[in-house]
């Protein structure tokens, strides 16, 4: 079992910056961000695939960047350039077995946290 806390959501102003955290209780195999809007489906926005590298949803690359440091079971995204759609809840996923073939499909991942509000206001 692993428990997934995030950190680091909050407003900005559109062109502005945020980092999220998320700090896992135990060892994790894979990670990614996720995030959901009100009215809409939950998405992928970064991950890693199954060489290790990062992956990200079209309408965030260059804007935003993945890292993990596995020292501290933590996983983080680097949000710059952020614009009013990426308001939504931001979601840490983890997986304890294996590599994400498919790292932004929710249903690689066994273990979420509670989820972090960014809000971006035009």
């Known amino acids: 079992q692993v428990q997934l806390v995030e950190s680091g959501g909050g407003s900005v102003q559109a062109g502005g910056s945020l980092r999220v955290s998320c700090a896992a209780s135990?060892?994790?195999?894979?990670m990614a961000w996720f995030r959901q809007a009100p009215g809409k489906e939950r998405e992928g926005v970064a991950g890693?695939?199954?060489?290790?590298?990062?992956t990200y949803r079209e309408s965030v690359k260059g804007r935003f960047t993945i890292s993990k440091d596995n020292a501290k079971n933590s996983l983080y995204l680097q949000m710059n350039g952020l614009k009013p759609e990426d308001t939504a809840m931001y979601y840490c996923?983890?997986?304890?077995?294996?590599?994400?073939?498919?790292?932004?499909?929710?249903?690689?991942?066994?273990?979420w946290g509670q989820g972090t509000q960014v809000t971006v206001s035009s």
């Open positions: 135990g060892y994790t195999s894979r």
């Open positions: 996923a983890a997986k304890i077995r294996g590599v994400a073939y498919i790292p932004l499909h929710a249903l690689e991942y066994d273990y």
């Open positions: 890693f695939d199954n060489g290790g590298r990062p």
